[in-house]
């Protein structure tokens, strides 16, 4: 077995190193970073460890990382969502790579290990799995990290608890509270790339169906307006204020998730909370209800619960696709194991939104790497100069051009008298 990786299949790299070709294309801002890495190196003698999902979008980040001069060693962060092909692919290249798709929790837990063993100074993370092991279980490597990245909502929220209970071996910065993640990420990239996987799972016709969207944060919105844009009559459900009456004044229907239960063909979880569709919902559902997941976690949707009240599972009925009978007849349907749905059922989010949270990724990285000295641990907002960087490279990449205020307009700005 070789040392360097631990993957499926290294005869699939030619159909991985097309996909990565392919995203690489379509991303001009790591393109942009990449250049200017392997310039200036920021990165030499470093090590970098990598728990993101393992398709190729994230393959290119790990080649932009390298190309900065760093030690790379990558895995994914779910395994239903890691690609086989791409894992190949990296492994060709000289990348450390370990992960396969569909394994089981110890050895996921194995393979976020591996990465850990080369003893990284830089951690781009996905669900703070890196993060939380360094930090409570593999405590010697904390001399070496300078710090991290944490990609998602549900990585943030871990982080915060750990960083409550003074567990926070390191400074993190919170890539995913950046303008140019959540407004673009959680809301474009999963309102589209959910949509894209229940479609491509499912086959069937969204116009004209009642969706449940539980959650109603920047991942919910986006669910939410792109169902909309389908001809789906959209209920929302929420548990803040103040987040229903936006989703009411957005132009969506907004009840109890037990009052809205019977109404849908389809269920869609964004809330990083864990049981939020159970047995007591399960109950009341119609007849070929669909249920997905795009939470990070596969919590959301009670597995357990689901199993509980089947009298019969068929699994893979269709491809991502388990169907639950219960003992009225009814039947209810599972998308990709209730994962994350849009990754595992799907090719994720789309590259060009991914170029945006990436590209945050490698320069909060890069200001980690400038200035751990002058950091404490604990979590830290992405650098405002860092967002306005990425939205002025994205504008330079669309060929669109703002306009900048005078001096005397900034003076106007910066005064009290009018």
Same mark, same amino acid.
């Given at each position: 077995?070789?040392?360097?990786?631990?993957?499926?299949?290294?005869?699939?790299?030619?159909?991985?190193?097309?996909?990565?070709?392919?995203?690489?294309?379509?991303? $001009?801002? !790591?393109?942009?970073?990449?250049?200017?890495?392997?310039?200036?190196? $920021?990165?030499?003698?470093?090590?970098?460890?990598?728990? +993101?999902?393992?398709?190729?979008?994230?393959?290119?980040?790990?080649?932009?990382?390298?190309?900065?001069?760093?030690?790379?060693?990558?895995?994914?962060?779910? $395994?239903?969502?890691?690609?086989?092909?791409?894992?190949?692919?990296?492994?060709?290249?000289?990348?450390?790579?370990?992960?396969?798709?569909?394994?089981?929790?110890?050895?996921?837990?194995?393979?976020?290990?591996?990465?850990?063993?080369?003893?990284?100074?830089?951690?781009?993370?996905?669900?703070?799995?890196? +993060?939380?092991?360094?930090?409570?279980?593999?405590?010697?490597?904390?001399?070496?990290?300078?710090?991290?990245?944490?990609?998602?909502?549900?990585?943030?929220?871990?982080?915060?608890?750990?960083?409550?209970?003074?567990?926070?071996?390191? %400074?993190?910065?919170?890539?995913?509270?950046?303008?140019?993640?959540?407004?673009?990420?959680?809301?474009?990239?999963?309102?589209?790339?959910?949509?894209?996987?229940?479609?491509?799972?499912?086959?069937?016709?969204?116009?004209?169906?009642? +969706?449940?969207?539980?959650?109603? *944060?920047?991942?919910?919105?986006? /669910?939410?307006?792109?169902?909309?844009?389908? *001809?789906?009559?959209?209920?929302?459900?929420?548990?803040?204020?103040?987040?229903?009456?936006?989703?009411?004044?957005?132009?969506?229907?907004?009840?109890?998730?037990?009052?809205?239960? %019977?109404?849908?063909?389809?269920? /869609?979880?964004?809330?990083?909370?864990?049981?939020?569709?159970?047995?007591?919902?399960?109950?009341?559902?119609?007849?070929?209800?669909?249920?997905?997941?795009? *939470?990070?976690? @596969?919590?959301?949707?009670? =597995?357990?619960?689901?199993?509980?009240?089947?009298?019969?599972?068929?699994?893979?009925?269709?491809?991502?696709?388990?169907?639950?009978?219960?003992? @009225?007849?009814?039947?209810?349907?599972?998308?990709?194991?209730?994962?994350? +749905?849009?990754?595992?059922?799907?090719?994720?989010?789309?590259?060009?939104?991914?170029?945006?949270?990436?590209?945050?990724?490698? !320069?909060?990285?890069?200001?980690?790497?400038?200035?751990? =000295?002058?950091?404490?641990?604990?979590?830290?907002?992405? %650098?405002?100069?860092?967002?306005?960087?990425?939205?002025?490279?994205?504008?330079?990449?669309?060929?669109?051009?703002? @306009?900048?205020?005078? %001096?005397?307009? =900034?003076?106007? !700005?910066?005064?009290?008298?009018?």
């Amino acid at each position: 077995m070789n040392s360097d990786y631990e993957i499926r299949d290294i005869s699939l790299a030619a159909e991985g190193r097309k996909k990565i070709n392919w995203v690489s294309e379509h991303m $001009p801002i !790591l393109n942009t970073l990449k250049n200017q890495f392997l310039k200036e190196r $920021p990165f030499q003698n470093k090590r970098i460890a990598i728990s +993101v999902h393992l398709e190729a979008k994230t393959a290119y980040l790990a080649l932009v990382m390298r190309s900065g001069g760093a030690e790379v060693a990558v895995t994914g962060s779910n $395994p239903y969502s890691t690609k086989d092909e791409v894992t190949a692919a990296l492994a060709e290249e000289g990348v450390k790579v370990y992960a396969q798709y569909g394994v089981s929790d110890n050895k996921f837990r194995y393979y976020l290990n591996r990465v850990l063993d080369i003893k990284p100074h830089l951690i781009i993370d996905d669900g703070a799995e890196l +993060v939380s092991i360094v930090s409570t279980e593999r405590k010697e490597l904390q001399r070496n990290v300078l710090g991290a990245a944490e990609e998602t909502t549900s990585g943030v929220i871990r982080l915060q608890a750990l960083e409550r209970e003074g567990q926070l071996a390191f %400074p993190v910065i919170r890539v995913n509270d950046a303008y140019m993640k959540y407004l673009f990420d959680n809301r474009y990239g999963t309102g589209q790339s959910v949509w894209d996987a229940i479609m491509r799972t499912t086959n069937l016709n969204i116009a004209g169906k009642t +969706v449940v969207v539980i959650g109603y *944060g920047w991942c919910g919105k986006g /669910i939410a307006s792109r169902g909309q844009g389908l *001809g789906a009559e959209i209920i929302i459900t929420e548990i803040n204020p103040i987040r229903a009456i936006e989703a009411r004044m957005d132009g969506f229907r907004v009840m109890k998730l037990e009052e809205a239960v %019977p109404y849908a063909d389809i269920f /869609i979880t964004a809330t990083g909370n864990k049981d939020v569709l159970a047995k007591k919902h399960m109950e009341k559902m119609k007849d070929k209800a669909i249920l997905s997941n795009a *939470g990070h976690f @596969d919590v959301e949707i009670s =597995k357990r619960d689901l199993e509980d009240l089947a009298v019969e599972k068929k699994s893979e009925v269709r491809k991502n696709i388990d169907e639950y009978i219960l003992k @009225d007849g009814r039947r209810i349907y599972l998308l990709a194991q209730g994962t994350l +749905v849009n990754i595992s059922a799907g090719d994720g989010h789309p590259v060009e939104i991914m170029d945006l949270s990436f590209a945050l990724q490698a !320069l909060s990285i890069k200001h980690i790497n400038d200035h751990y =000295k002058e950091l404490e641990n604990k979590l830290y907002k992405v %650098p405002e100069e860092i967002d306005q960087q990425v939205a002025r490279l994205m504008l330079e990449a669309s060929g669109v051009g703002i @306009d900048e205020l005078t %001096p005397d307009q =900034k003076r106007y !700005l910066q005064e009290w008298k009018i």
